[in-house]
T-cell receptor, first 111, second 112 residues
Framework: AQSVTQLDSHVSVSEGTPVLLRCNYSSSYSPSLFWYVQHPNKGLQLLLKYTSAATLVKGINGFEAEFKKSETSFHLTKPSAHMSDAAEYFCVVPTGNQFYFGTGTSLTVIP | NAGVTQTPKFRILKIGQSMTLQCAQDMNHNYMYWYRQDPGMGLKLIYYSVGAGITDKGEVPNGYNVSRSTTEDFPLRLELAAPSQTSVYFC???????????FGPGTRLTVL
């Protein structure tokens, strides 16, 4: 079965500095992978998805992620954090007919 | 497209009452899911469906029931509400797990 591990439960960055949210996956093959964002008291929104077409995936709001098979990683990055990026981020992998959610990373952006 | 819609947005129930949370999608997705999210926690799968007439239990199905009579609708039934069912409930749909899920806005339920 596929699974993901989010390596940081909380990340704090200053506004305008880069963001790095780390996700490692466990799979016997190259899976599909997703990053979702959840702003306070809101639903989950798909940020980006990897489906084997290209290893560098660009998403909404300036986020991108790179699939690295050799490192079994799918880290989420953004060059410059904005206050509106403060939210919970989930790395997700499909497993059978269901989805395995990482435990989430809470991003705080300091003005 | 409206995407995934959920009603109601908020609800307060008394212990022992029953209710149905509605979920509908207009994207012709075969896969649909119900999750609950407790404060400060991740999502837990309650039930899911891979198509009309087919449902299956997730991680936390006790106290809930579902039906899937059409592709569009996937209602979640709470029988004999308990305080432990106080949570935010999210419905999601998917054309295929490899393509990800689309989430509804959620229903915030409080059981007193």
């Amino acid at each position: 079965a596929q699974s993901v591990t989010q390596l940081d439960s909380h990340v704090s960055v200053s506004e305008g500095t880069p963001v790095l949210l780390r996700c490692n996956y466990s799979s016997s093959y190259s899976p599909s992978l997703f990053w979702y964002v959840q702003h306070p008291n809101k639903g989950l929104q798909l940020l980006l998805k990897y489906t084997s077409a290209a290893t560098l995936v660009k998403g909404i709001n300036g986020f991108e992620a790179e699939f690295k098979k050799s490192e079994t990683s799918f880290h989420l990055t953004k060059p410059s954090a904005h206050m509106s990026d403060a939210a919970e981020y989930f790395c997700v992998v499909p497993t059978g007919n269901q989805f395995y959610f990482g435990t989430g990373t809470s991003l705080t952006v300091i003005p | 497209n409206a995407g995934v819609t959920q009603t109601p947005k908020f609800r307060i129930l008394k212990i022992g009452q029953s209710m149905t949370l509605q979920c509908a999608q207009d994207m012709n997705h075969n896969y649909m899911y119900w999750y609950r999210q407790d404060p400060g926690m991740g999502l837990k799968l309650i039930y899911y469906s891979v198509g009309a007439g087919i449902t299956d239990k997730g991680e936390v199905p006790n106290g809930y029931n579902v039906s899937r009579s059409t592709t569009e609708d996937f209602p979640l039934r709470l029988e004999l509400a308990a305080p432990s069912q106080t949570s935010v409930y999210f419905c999601a749909s998917s054309p295929s797990p490899d393509l990800g899920q689309f989430f509804g806005p959620g229903t915030r339920l409080t059981v007193l």
